[in-house]
Structure formats: C-alpha cells, structure tokens
C-alpha cells in the first residue's frame, strides 16, 4: 500500500468512499461526473499549503483517503496542530490494517511539518470508530459542538 497526496484524478475515487459510508450516504453525492462543489473544494484544498488531501492506492486502486490540515496557533506556546478529517477506508481494505497504516502515514505527515500533536473528530455515532482511535493512542479528551450554517 502506498499513501500520497491526492491528484484530480482521484477525486472519483474519494468522492466514492465518501458516499459509502452510513452518514456519508445521507451527505454525499455520488454522481459521476463528481459535482462542481467537489471539483471546487480540490482545488481549493490542492491551493493551501497548510491541506493535505490524501490517498492510499493497493494494487494500482484507491482504497482509503483522509484530509490532513496543518493548523497555526498561539496556544501552547506557538504549537502547530495536524488535524485529520474525513477518514475513509474501502470496506473490501478494513481490518486488514490499511486504517492503522493510513493513520501511521498521517501523524508521521504532521511529526515532519513540526506538529505537536494531532487531533480529530468522530461522530458520536460511530463507537467502531472510537475503539480503534483509542487502540492508536488517541484520547477522548475534549466535547465537540457544531453549527451548521
């Protein structure tokens, strides 16, 4: 299994796993060609510096993608965060380690751009999800609030 940034031609792919999830599928859309919303927010993502769309491919296929974000602050004494969203894995590549390899990569990805820590949100929904965060080392450690605009 390789990971690397993601190219526009993947967008199908990630867009695909996107959807294939229960809370995506209410969400997402799956309609090929991938709507113009997608195509924006890549290039809008491929443009920041600080974002790090990214891919894992087995096999010559995109079975797993994560968004990686490098967040500046002033807290913690200038700390910069790697916060990870939109974890995907392809159901045919979970519990066969491509998830823990993924996120491997990733927090590697964040120790290299001077990141002291690392940091994510999960639905409440997903208690699986929560059971192999803690399993990497990942703590509960703060409530989450959204507003949708």
Known sequence: ???RQATEADLPAIVTLLADDPLGAGRENPAMPPDRRYVAAFAAI?????????????????????QLTFLPGLSRLGMWRGQIEAVRIAERARNAGAGQAMFEWAIE?????????????????R???????????FKASHAGYKLAL
Not at 46 to 66: H, K, R, S, Y
Not at 130 to 135: A, I, K, L, S
């Open 46 to 66: 491929a443009a920041d510096p600080n974002q790090l769309l990214a891919v894992a491919e087995a096999d010559g296929a995109v079975v797993g993608t994560l």
């Open 127 to 137: 208690p699986d999800a929560h059971r192999f965060y803690e399993r990497l080392g």
């Open 109 to 125: 990805a964040c120790r290299a751009r001077g990141c002291g820590l690392v940091q994510l949100t999960t639905d409440i929904s």
């Open 1 to 3: 299994m390789i990971f």
